[in-house]
């Protein structure tokens, strides 16, 4: 399994425990320790309990309940925080309310296309179409995406009330995360990177009795 704390794979060896029941479900918890970063993993466990008394579990479903929601890495520091703010709180409720999560991605791509990529105000569907001349053939097609995975035709208020909880297609609400990351690396981490390497250059051609790059 991947470990939601630190995202490094390893061989998972849990330890389940019962709680009791209720006038439905059987519930227990599973609980293991990443030998990575050494932090506890914590799942709930509800289901039919089976009548096999060598099995414990007829059916039964599984909830990350520690570390709450967030299964990614943390962003990079280069991300504005009031970026940064929408981007962590629509992965954390990614797992309760994918129609909360996608909104709340949706709001954060239109800031971003509109204060960084300089798109002219309009709704989210126009905005998309004005940035993907602008970004690489892969990541204009990742964003692009988003519009026909979350069925804009179908939904038009996804486009011009981004913000608004509205049904979500399957799978949508995850990839609204994966796009605003890559537009991250896109805006925020590859440039600040040329900045260093930029400025080390510089810092030797000068040593060196040289002119510096402009």
């Not at 029941?21 to 932090?39: A, L, R, Y």
């Not at 602008?134 to 009330?161: C, M, V, W, Y």
């Amino acid at each position: 399994m991947k470990c939601p704390h630190c995202l490094v794979e390893f061989h998972d060896q849990p330890g389940e425990t019962p709680i009791g029941n209720d006038v439905n479900h059987h519930f227990g918890f599973e609980t293991q320790i990443c030998p990575s970063c050494t932090k506890m993993i914590i799942y709930l466990i509800y289901g039919e309990r089976d009548s096999n008394p060598s099995s414990y579990w007829q059916s039964s479903t599984m909830k990350l309940v520690y570390p709450k929601g967030m299964n990614r890495g943390p962003l990079p520091p280069e991300v504005p925080k009031y970026l940064a703010e929408d981007y962590i709180e629509a992965a954390l409720v990614l797992e309760d309310s994918p129609k909360a999560s996608a909104a709340l991605s949706r709001r954060c791509l239109q800031q971003l296309l509109r204060e960084y990529a300089k798109v002219n105000k309009s709704d989210l569907s126009k905005e998309i179409d004005e940035v993907i001349n602008k970004l690489p053939s892969q990541l204009a097609e990742s964003i692009d995406a988003i519009r026909n995975i979350g069925n804009f035709a179908a939904h038009p208020i996804k486009s011009t009330s981004s913000d608004k909880i509205v049904p979500v297609e399957q799978g949508e609400a995850e990839w609204n995360l994966d796009v605003l990351e890559s537009l991250f690396d896109f805006y925020f981490v590859q440039p600040q990177k040329i900045k260093t390497r930029r400025e080390s250059l510089n810092k030797k051609l000068k040593d060196a009795g040289k002119k510096e790059m402009k």
